[in-house]
């Protein structure tokens, strides 16, 4: 199996009239909302800036490929005080009920421009305090929308001594409970099953409080080796759960997308695993 | 032991002239700092609306009995969209090196007027999500500050499924660890040591995340029959770690204070225990 890229890309640019968004737009999470017949997307986006805040914003579209803004603020923005004080990255949305659920990575602090070895002069955190603030990590967070335009936000849902940003839930529950896939980074090497990070799964009653992940799988091959991690909320069909994961290679870092098939009844179970990838950057 | 009140009582009182605090001004949390030679006080306060939004202020004062206030405006309050999205209540301050470390009270939405039984219409949380939003429970926040006048918040520390709003650090590190006391609401009966609500110790390495708590001490007599919580951050003594808690009785729902002195190098162990209140609600 291989994926065809579509012609129209891509899809959305950064946007130079708004300085939030104006360097890079990616990472999107995107939904089929039944109620408006219209596919919603929720856009990572930086602007060229020395702190690098990152936002979401808010595109819609008829068909899927081609997408109108819908703001031009963010449509969620970092808690500058707060815990999620640096950035909104990486969002997933599913729905339950009338609530649209929304997963996002996040930090303290602005991580600044990470892809260059610079100072950041404004993080200067207790070394006494909490591994959170010392390493500024990277967590998941959660918040709860019904309009894409408000959102409620719950706090952290990932333990902040760890860097744990790939948080996907399913898109329902099952036996009464919730169930998500994560990537904590820091389990991996001596003392885990995985020698390197890796995908684990764990369920709650509660979607916020959750029990220890358990591994669900870990990389096998070449494009694999250096780290995988889930990518959207799997797909339920009738063969079980369908879901696309990414693999990093320590040959090229390239990022590289796979495909599982989960048991329905039991998603901690694998009934069948890609060997090849089925999507991969093109020179 | 008995205490004495001041004749200076009461030492603050509600501000008329702030619709944030024009109603009452309690449980504050007073250290005193090295550096500035003053006492300072968080205190909070709530204004005469609906929602009753509850925030802290800022108080300071050179005698620990006469305070001036310091802003006209809250120096801590609710982040609206967020987590502690209802309160900011029943501060509790230590000092870690060079930066106070405030743990404090909230509810993701504003509690009303909670001594009235009438409906909160701006409270309308997905069945099927969370505890915390489902019931508006308690839960513990932390937040560090250098100047008691900013305020870098990090997110909840206790389990967002109880009510727990009794957080206590104790000012220093034992054996590395940090230690505190709560009082989990739902930890009682069925299943559990105590019959009611009680006193529970729990260590961490980090101060964000924590093990799982063990039970302290638990009510014994009468004016500690319907739950007893703890006070103030415990006072390093050469016996051991003095520390206040209040006890409330089943019989008059009155609160009233009570002392232990906990061992030095091991904070889980009880060395004397007050019988009587030291101090009582009077007429």
Redesign the interface.
Known sequence: MKLNRSEQNPILSANPKNEWENMVVLNPAVIFDDQRQEFVMLYRAAGDTEKHYIYLGLATSKDGIHFTRQSDKPILEP?Y???D?GCCEDPRLVK????YYLTYASR?YAPGRYWLDVPKPWID?????????KYNNSATF?A?TQDFR???????MT???LDDRDVILFPE?IDGKFVRLSRPMNWAGKGFENEKPAIWIAYSG????WGSPALLMKGETWWESKKIGGSCPPIKTEYGWFHLYHGVAEKDDSYRVGAILLDLKNPSKIIARTKDPIFEPEA
Chains 1, 2 share one sequence.
């Open positions: 808690d005080e707060g815990a004080g339950f009920g009338d609530w303290p955190p207790p070394q006494s305090g909490p591994a959170y603030l959660l709860i408000h959102y409620k936000k719950l706090g952290r333990d902040s001594r529950t509660d979607v916020l409080e």
